[in-house]
């Protein structure tokens, strides 16, 4: 895959749609040395912006088809930071949820109740 005209690939990497429209993703940067880099695109602004990696720094090492990402009900992203991996980060976004994306207190769909 890669992201618009800006081409910065990301094989097999994890991406996440957040709360406020906003994508969190990973993409590489070298897939000799397996350095990373964790981008928020703008979809309004069709703008990327770099974010810290877990641990800190600009890069993060393990290779992107074992990673996972996870929108969580509160709207931040959990990140899994390999297959078999006990490394668990989150990523809080910034603004505001969109409202089609925020949640509801009333169901979608009634639950019925069937007779046995």
Sequence with gaps: MVFGTNLLGAVDAPAAMMANGKFFARSVLSPVLMADQLLRYDYVAN??????????????????????????????????????????????????????????STPSRKMRTAAV
């Design 47 to 104: 703008a990327f912006t770099q974010v810290n990696a877990p641990g800190g720094g600009l890069t993060y090492g393990p290779a992107p088809f074992v990673q996972s990402m996870l929108d969580l009900p509160d709207g931040t992203v959990l990140f899994v930071g390999g297959q078999n991996s006990t490394s668990l980060y989150v990523y809080t976004p910034d603004g505001t949820p969109l409202p089609a994306g925020s949640r509801s």
